[in-house]
Each structure stands twice: as C-alpha cells, then as structure tokens.
C-alpha cells in the first residue's frame, strides 16, 4: 500500500517558534502512523504578497512550488499562531496564493493546530482557519481541538510536550486525519 502524503506547514516565520516546534511533534506523530511528510517551510519559500497583477503571465516561482507541494498531499498538518486574534499573515498570505489559479486545497484534509504563550493558545484563530480551509474545500477535522496555551512552558528541552494530555488529543486529532485522508485518497 503507498505511504500517506503529509505535508506540514508552519504559520510563522520565527526560527524557534512555539509552533514550528508543535508542527515537529505532529511531524513525528504523522511519521509514526506511517506517513511519509514533507514540509512547505514558508521561510524559504518567501511568497510575494498576493497581488493578482502577478499571477500573469504565470505564477511566480514560489507560487507554483507551494502550489505543486499541496498539490501532491494528502494530507495538510497546519501549524500556526494567533495574532490579534486572528490567522498570522504569513499563513493567510500561502493560503491566498494556492488557492488561486486552481484551486490546490481543494478536495484535501487538513489538521489545524496552534501555540501560544497566552492563556488561550489559538481558540481565537482557529474558528477563522477553519472557515476559512473550509471555503476552499478542504475538509478540516474538527476534535479534538489542539491549542496550546501559554507556549513558553509547554515544551521540553527534547522537543517533547510537557503536558501529556495535549499529546493525547494530539495524537487523536492526527489518527483521525489519517484514517479520513487515507479513506479519502481511495
């Protein structure tokens, strides 16, 4: 049977942020259940900001290599902070541009999950990301919903979760993915 195809992206740019740490435990849970993943590291990629004047003649390089990355998952592993109670612009900046000229979301599963050194972690933003992915015709997996609240202290020297019930529901929310994405991919 051919591998499950992960891909994980990070809503933030910072090197050491609290949800590219998070991505790389949902990373490490979706490669125990046998997922091959691979990751749309934003950083690199440095997307322009969408502007429709340069989806012509053709897409900017970026694009297309972003676009050509979810194109080939199945399966989306979205990692991102809350600001000001919203989806970070850097994410909503990728979501913009894949969405255009062919629709790349559409018809995918996603996991949605977030950081936050806050005592909400990202209840706020995550209602939006999902309307978001929604819009787009992806389906999100709604429960258990992942929000990590205050981020300076969730994580272990390793890497790890320091509160074993958030990797619980974690690992729920990522078995449940992808058991539906695999189903889907049929």
């Known amino acids: 049977m051919e591998h499950l195809k992960v891909l994980a992206i990070c809503g933030s740019l910072r090197r050491n942020s609290y949800n590219r740490r998070l991505l ?33 003649p053709i897409l900017p390089e970026p694009v297309i290599k972003l676009k050509s990355l979810i194109a080939d998952a199945d399966l989306l592993l979205i990692a991102s902070p809350e600001y000001n109670h919203s989806v970070s612009g850097v994410l909503k900046n990728a979501i913009d541009w ?15 999950c977030g950081a936050s050194d806050g005592p909400y972690g990202t209840a706020r ?17 709604p429960q258990p919903q992942v929000t990590v609240r205050f981020a300076d202290k969730a994580f272990n020297p390793d ?7 958030t990797f619980q529901q974690l690992h729920k929310l990522i078995t449940r993915a992808v058991s539906l994405a695999g189903k889907n991919k049929i």
């Open 98 to 112: 894949a969405s255009r000229s062919d629709n790349s979301f559409a018809g995918k599963v996603a996991v949605i």
């Open 125 to 141: 933003m995550q209602p939006q990301l999902r309307q978001i992915l929604a819009s787009l015709n992806v389906i999100v997996v």
């Open 159 to 165: 890497g790890s979760l320091v509160d074993s019930k």
């Open 24 to 56: 790389s435990v949902a990373r490490k849970i979706a490669e125990d259940l046998d997922a091959r993943v691979n990751e749309a590291d934003l950083r690199e990629l440095v997307l322009p900001l969408y502007n429709e004047d340069l989806e012509r």
